[in-house]
């Protein structure tokens, strides 16, 4: 029983302690942003002009096939300082995505960004499994 508690402890740490689980199907929504699919995210980029998509993945991950048209900044990575690079104001809007529902690093990223304040932050949660799933097209 003790292990049990223990156990269960430790992933709930986990869980609180960024936001995000470390590995494993991630939550299906996160603080200060809404989760999308892949057909919502092609309605955004048709109705949002200022729309700034961020791959959160690594550059080998990237460099395998990304979405059109994206900035990467790897979770690992994203500071005030980049999303200003790459984001014209905290109230623009901006989607993180990475590889699947199994991946941490777009929710890692997205609650960086709204721990920096950013204020209209969507959550791509299926990523570029979803988006590759849906026949969707994928850059090199």
């Known amino acids: 029983m003790k292990k049990l508690f223990s156990g269960l402890l ?7 302690s960024n936001g995000v689980m470390a590995e494993g199907e991630q939550p299906a929504t996160i603080p200060g942003a809404k989760t999308v699919t892949a057909e919502e995210l092609i309605a955004l980029v048709d109705d ?4 700034v998509i961020i791959d ?5 991950d990237y460099d395998k096939g990304h979405i059109p048209d994206v900035v990467r900044i790897k979770n690992d990575d994203v500071t005030p300082e980049k999303l200003a690079e790459a984001i014209d104001s905290k109230d623009s809007p901006v989607a993180f ?16 960004a709204y721990a920096a304040g950013y204020t209209n932050i969507y959550w791509f949660r299926g990523g570029i499994a979803e988006w590759r799933e849906k026949g969707y097209p994928v850059e090199m």
């Open 10 to 16: 430790m992933a709930v740490a986990m869980v609180f």
């Open 48 to 51: 949002l002009d200022n729309l």
């Open 97 to 112: 995505y990475c590889n699947s529902i199994t991946c941490p690093r777009s929710a890692d990223a997205a609650s960086k």
């Open 56 to 60: 959160a993945r690594s550059q080998s």
